[in-house]
């Protein structure tokens, strides 16, 4: 093959990756149409999932799952506003208290084995170098890419206790027509 036919080979491969990756120039990402009611309630299905794997014998006080909230932009990080095509996600939490002289680390080992278990999940540690909060944190990633922030206190707050918390953030989807800025979803 000669050189001419090696560079055509190559631009038309670069070309078809480019066409299926839906990354082609001229063409828009493609999110995933999801309505907001599924995301929340996808969400909520899992944080519960997470606080079942914390004995409720070590809670003291238990907060529960934040009610719905306002949906944000894909863009938030650019602050940039929601528009039709930048896409919205949705946030979640959970969080409890313990006594502060539990130890949660063996507990986040204990959630993190049993993520890294199911099908298609993944996990990475989260913690900064140098991060002054006072915790671990593990970063949990469903299949189809909601993510949930674990973080477990390593010390104990001025009232002698710890917190576990799990953030939420669903994968962006597509704008809905009927999307409300002000709505809780």
Request: proline share 7%.
């Amino acid at each position: 093959m000669n050189s001419r036919s090696s560079g055509v080979l190559v631009a038309l491969v670069c070309g078809v990756m480019l066409a299926v990756s839906g990354c082609a120039p001229g063409q828009k990402n493609v999110l995933p149409k999801i309505s907001l009611a599924e995301l929340r309630e996808t969400q909520d299905a899992e944080l519960e999932r997470f606080r079942e794997l914390v004995p409720y014998r070590i809670i003291e006080k238990d907060y529960g799952i934040t009610p719905p909230r306002e949906a944000t932009s894909c863009n938030i990080i650019d602050s940039q506003p929601i528009t039709p095509d930048s896409g919205v996600q949705l946030a979640g939490r959970w969080r409890a208290m313990t006594s502060g002289d539990e130890d949660l680390e063996p507990l986040l080992e204990k959630i993190r084995a049993a993520y890294n278990a199911k099908p298609g999940w993944s996990t990475r540690g989260g913690d900064l170098p140098n991060d002054t909060l006072k915790s671990t944190l593990v970063v949990v990633t469903s299949p189809e890419n909601y993510q949930y922030y674990v973080r477990v206190s390593t010390e104990s707050n001025s009232e002698n206790q710890k917190t576990i918390s799990v953030r939420s953030f669903s994968p962006c989807v597509e704008t809905p027509e009927d999307f409300d800025r002000f709505a809780k979803y």
